[in-house]
């Protein structure tokens, strides 16, 4: 009994190997902050920024701004990726603007007196509030430049505002909608009286919003006046709103002010990006060509006056059902386009092989799978088991020849 004691501390002093090694520790980042000296507010602004894990300078990018970003930025990053890898929205870079004054940034001027009671509370509580030209200014002048020169973007930027930040939204879809193309506005905060919105939101003319505009607008169950204003909006946009403007609404009643946030951005996302996702593919796949994909995108272009390129989603997705429809000759024709429109990608050429491997077409088959594991190997961040599943491929195809 004592040797087996004996024995036993023995066993229980020898270093456990996968105890004993020691652990590697290092951060884990998913964005860069930066301190952007700003003269226009006379202060130094902390800006979040994320890029897609596989950022290229050879693409172009949309940008999403994200007010109060020492809050929303962190959930709309994970929101975003979670709308790109099921093929919701396009790869997009997220900004957060951290709040300094949210009164000063995001609430407008009061034109005149006070119009309700929540302006002559703030007039007298924070007379420092009404600086929006301000904060636009910094905003088109420095911030932006400042992205668009570091980063590749597109020219289209969306707003994601909420509470104060929703009003700063509202605000500035009405006085300078040019600054962005996307407008995601969550429980604003009743700011404007009832007559300030009839006097305010009539502006909206046709005239005033020239190119296409994306509005969506939520509401929590808060009810008072965060509901009535909200609704007064509706009213006007129904009313006023022009063509180029398109918007929606959605009353998230069982939610509140704090737990509206989260499934507004994911809802309003999925739904302001909704047009740059062709969810048509099964009809064109039956009895259209890629032509009627490569046209849906030229006038998506058209319409947001830049270029939207069609989504590797969708060109591979539409290749699969032509094949599963029986149109060979129609399948071969969206991966040749598939592959002229990304040249750098080995994703492209993949597809092509598989099409291949399926009409028994094993020579051309080895010989893209050969391409496409090429160029995968050039690019050393691509994940190993892409390649190990292109050599594997290639080895199958020569078996079949």
Do not use: C
Not at 28 to 51: C, D, G
Not at 114 to 121: E, N
Not at 302 to 312: A, G, L, M, N, R
Request: overall charge neutral; hydrophobic content about 40%.
């Amino acid at each position: 009994m004592f040797r087996t004691s004996l024995l036993l501390i023995a066993f229980l002093l020898i270093p456990n190997n996968a105890q004993a090694a020691k652990v590697q520790k290092s951060e884990f980042e998913i964005a860069e902050k930066i301190v952007l000296p700003s003269k226009i507010l006379n202060e130094h602004r902390e800006i979040y920024i994320y890029r897609p894990s596989d950022y290229s300078s050879d693409k172009k990018y949309q940008v999403i701004y994200v007010l109060d970003g020492e809050f929303h930025f962190i959930p709309t990053v994970g929101i975003v990726n979670s709308l790109v890898s099921t093929g919701l929205m396009p790869d997009s870079i997220v900004v957060g603007i951290k709040t300094s004054i949210r009164v000063r940034d995001y609430l407008p001027p009061i034109v005149g007196k006070p119009l309700s009671h929540q302006q002559k509370w703030i007039q007298q509580k924070f007379p420092s509030f009404g600086e929006t030209n301000k904060f636009t200014s910094f905003l088109a002048t420095e911030l932006f430049p400042y992205i668009e020169h570091k980063y590749s973007t597109l020219a289209n930027r969306t707003l994601i505002g909420h509470s104060n930040g929703g009003v700063f939204a509202l605000h500035t879809l009405l006085k300078q909608p040019k600054l962005f193309t996307n407008y995601l506005v969550i429980s604003p905060a009743p700011w404007w009286g009832a007559e300030e919105i009839d006097h305010f939101f009539p502006q909206t003319s046709t005239d005033y919003l020239d190119s296409t505009k994306n509005l969506y607008l939520t509401v929590a169950g808060e009810g008072g006046r965060f509901y009535s204003n909200t609704m007064r909006i509706i009213a006007h946009l129904e009313s006023n709103a022009p063509q180029s403007l398109n918007w929606q609404f959605e009353y998230l009643k069982e939610k509140t002010h704090e737990t509206t946030i989260f499934p507004s951005i994911y809802h309003g996302l999925s739904k302001l990006y909704q047009d740059f996702y062709f969810d048509q593919l099964d009809v064109i796949a039956k009895y259209g060509q890629v032509t009627d994909v490569i046209k849906y995108y030229a006038n998506l272009s058209k319409k947001y006056h830049f270029e939207v390129s069609i989504p590797t989603s969708v060109l591979a997705e539409l290749a699969n059902l032509q094949l599963y429809n029986n149109r060979d000759k129609q399948a071969f024709e969206t991966l040749n386009v598939f592959i002229d429109l990304y040249p750098k990608s080995a994703y492209p050429h993949q597809n092509l092989a598989q099409a291949y491997m399926r009409t028994g077409q094993y020579a051309l088959a080895k010989s893209s799978f050969s391409q496409a594991l090429t160029i995968a190997d050039a690019k050393k961040e691509i994940d190993y088991t892409v390649t190990d599943y292109l050599e594997d491929m290639i080895k199958q195809a020569d078996s079949q020849l």
